[in-house]
């Protein structure tokens, strides 16, 4: 027998799912969203990477159609929990990822160029191993499907990580209480 729902409980799949370029900070902001709303959180590239090897071996070795095909999966496993998500740069641009966002809350977060020249680490990025402008290009060609999925936007260039994560989480309440969550 289940129990009493809690606070978002009402909600199937996702209690939020974060989107957005590489160094984002996707994966700080959403291990704190995930602490205030006393929930799981799962990285797809940590799952990925957990499973399957080095997402930079995988790149290397099989390609990215292939790492683009685990990482749809390991995004469809993820999407069924209830749980903070963060998904890696690139899958949205998968098109059944996108699909499967379509009924998620889906928080973007932007980063500026220079504040993500400062936290890339073109060895641990496969598609941005040419340093910030490959980052820039790919962030071009990415913003259209992330705007298009997103429910909410932030940004992290400046403002400080924890106040972010406070304002997500109040997001993501507020979205439960309003779909019938107590």
């Keep these: 027998m289940a129990e009493p729902a809690a606070e978002g409980d009402s909600l199937i799949g996702p209690l939020v799912v974060l989107i957005g370029p590489p160094a984002a900070g996707k994966t700080r902001v959403g291990k704190r969203v995930a602490r205030i709303l006393d929930a799981p959180f799962i990285d797809t590239d940590r799952a990925i990477a957990a499973q399957h090897g080095p997402i930079p071996t995988i790149f290397a070795e099989r390609g990215e159609a292939a790492f683009r095909e685990i990482e749809a999966g390991a995004v469809a496993q993820a999407l069924q929990r209830r749980a903070v998500v963060s998904l890696g740069g690139g899958a949205v641009m998968t098109p059944g990822v996108a699909v499967g966002l379509a009924s998620a809350p889906v928080v973007l977060l932007t980063v500026s160029a220079e504040a993500a020249a400062e936290r890339l680490d073109p060895e641990t990025r496969p598609l941005v191993r040419e340093g910030i402008g490959a ?41 439960a209480a309003a779909a019938g969550g107590s």
């Design 135 to 175: 980052w820039v290009d790919l962030v071009a060609t990415r913003m259209p499907t992330y705007a298009s999925l997103a429910a909410a936007t932030w940004d992290t260039s400046s403002r400080p990580i924890d106040l972010i994560a406070d304002e997500i989480a109040e997001w993501t309440r507020e979205r």
